[in-house]
């Protein structure tokens, strides 16, 4: 069984390598907690849910998930757009996202390193994607 990765923007919808690895799944939690001590030294905890803010980090650097030169510039496009929110569908699921540019938003590796008459729409490279979600 596969399971298709794609960002849409408005009508637009672009499929991203299944290679890509959501490496960050399980380190955020809703539960938001906060505790102290009153001066009669009674501990105090308040505890509440976020609604928002799940941080989904793709890696595809590691994991080689090439897409080419010309997808990468769309997806600089893109994150270049801002609190511009996406759809991300990710094992089946769709997420509302931006990009979080406080953490990198979008970044490209070319996988070869070519001299600059080299470059080509089809060039391959390795992304990395962190989102938000909304």
Avoid: N
Avoid at 4 to 9: D, F, G, R
Avoid at 19 to 36: C, F, G, H, K, S
Avoid at 85 to 110: S, Y
């Amino acid at each position: 069984m596969t399971s298709t990765i794609t960002l849409t923007y408005d009508t637009t919808t672009l499929y991203l390598s299944e290679r890509l690895q959501w490496t960050d799944e399980y380190e955020w939690t809703p539960v938001q907690q906060a505790t102290e001590y009153s001066i009669t030294g009674a501990l105090l905890i308040d505890v509440g849910t976020k609604l928002a803010g799940q941080t989904i980090t793709l890696d595809g650097v590691e994991t080689e998930a090439w897409i080419d030169r010309a997808l990468c510039q769309t997806l600089k496009e893109w994150a270049a757009l801002p609190g511009a929110e996406f759809v991300l569908t990710l094992r089946g699921t769709t997420h509302a996202v931006i990009f979080d540019h406080g953490a990198g938003a979008f970044t490209a590796q070319p996988i070869w390193k070519l001299t600059d008459c080299e470059v080509t729409p089809e060039l391959l490279y390795r992304p990395a994607f962190k989102f938000l979600k909304v």
